[in-house]
């Protein structure tokens, strides 16, 4: 046993030193990022292309948010309709919750903050976006409001339909598989 005494002695004293200099760096981290911003990863294309769009519409910048419709989109509304259903819906502070992408579409879910909805009206919470990747980037080929919005959206999922368009499917924190189909715009 006296042999493995030194070794033992050895062990423990490399433990301590490992042990302090853990705590060490555990206690000097907070106070060397409080200044610095956390770092996040990147935002994915199709979401700042969503972000561009709904905050173009929150600011009342219809060319910019017309713009930023798919070619399909385009056909089905003019540029002066489409400003006047913007107008009609006024809202602030659009945020990415969660989004899926593929490697031609991508779907987006954002919040908005509005003040209030005119009596008659359905709330909205925020915005369902389909995008489609064109020439020229990420379109917004859908649009759908969204009078709730879930606080989770678990293994969400964006697929070919099988009579085209697409296919989205996810679980809402109720453990409820949601299955929407969009058609290809």
């Known amino acids: 046993m006296r042999r493995y005494l030194s070794l033992i002695i050895?062990?423990?004293l490399a433990a301590g030193i490992a042990g302090w200099q853990i705590a060490h760096r555990a206690r000097r981290a907070p106070a060397?990022?409080?200044?610095?911003?956390a770092q996040l990863q990147p935002t994915a294309p199709s979401v700042q292309a969503a972000l561009a769009f709904l905050n173009a519409w929150s600011q009342g910048n219809g060319s910019a948010a017309y713009g930023a419709l798919s070619a399909g989109m385009k056909k089905m509304t003019s540029e002066p309709d489409f400003a006047a259903m913007m107008a009609q819906r006024k809202f602030t502070n659009p945020q990415s919750v969660t989004h899926v992408e593929t490697a031609q579409a991508a779907y987006v879910i954002c919040s908005i903050q509005t003040k209030g909805t005119p009596k008659g009206e359905k709330p909205c919470a925020g915005f369902s976006l389909l995008l489609k990747k064109e020439a020229d980037g990420w379109k917004v080929a859908q649009i759908q409001e969204e009078p709730k919005l879930f606080e989770k959206y678990a293994d969400l999922r964006l697929s070919p339909g099988q009579a085209g368009g697409w296919t989205v499917t996810y679980q809402n924190e109720k453990g409820q598989v949601a299955t929407l189909?969009?058609?290809?715009?």
Request: glycine share 8%; no cysteine.
């Open 181 to 185: 189909t969009l058609p290809e715009l």
């Open 10 to 12: 050895l062990i423990a």
């Open 32 to 37: 060397a990022q409080a200044g610095k911003p």
